[in-house]
């Protein structure tokens, strides 16, 4: 099983970024799909999660400016961040969970002038 987060990078306060999260060896439409962002020093923070189903929830730091999705033809999960902020900047993990937990390596995201 891999999960294999990508699409992050350097990006001005106010820019948007789209980060994938592509997964294999695993049934990708029976997982709920979740993306958990760290900072260096700090705890694990709970970004976003879609459910097999679609369904969607979102921290409140995020709401309104996020957008969690997924394509079950391509075993891909997306996150489409808009009105980026300093305070966003974290590696962006992305896990997957059915039975058991899956998580990704990560993919660093730094908001920054």
């Known amino acids: 099983v891999q999960l294999v987060e990508s699409g992050g990078g350097l990006v001005q306060p106010g820019g948007s970024l789209r980060v994938s999260c592509a997964t294999s060896?695993?049934?990708?439409?029976?997982?709920?799909m979740t993306w958990v962002r760290q900072v260096p020093g700090k705890g694990l923070e709970w970004v976003s999660t879609i459910s097999r189903s679609g369904t969607t929830y979102y921290a409140d730091s995020v709401r309104g400016r996020f957008t969690v999705s997924r394509d079950n033809s391509q075993n891909t999960m997306f996150l489409q961040m808009n009105s980026l902020k300093p305070g966003d900047t974290a590696l962006y993990y992305c896990v997957g969970s059915f039975y058991i937990i899956y998580w990704g390596q990560g993919t660093q995201v730094t908001v920054s002038s």
């Open positions: 060896g695993l049934t990708f439409s029976k997982y709920d």
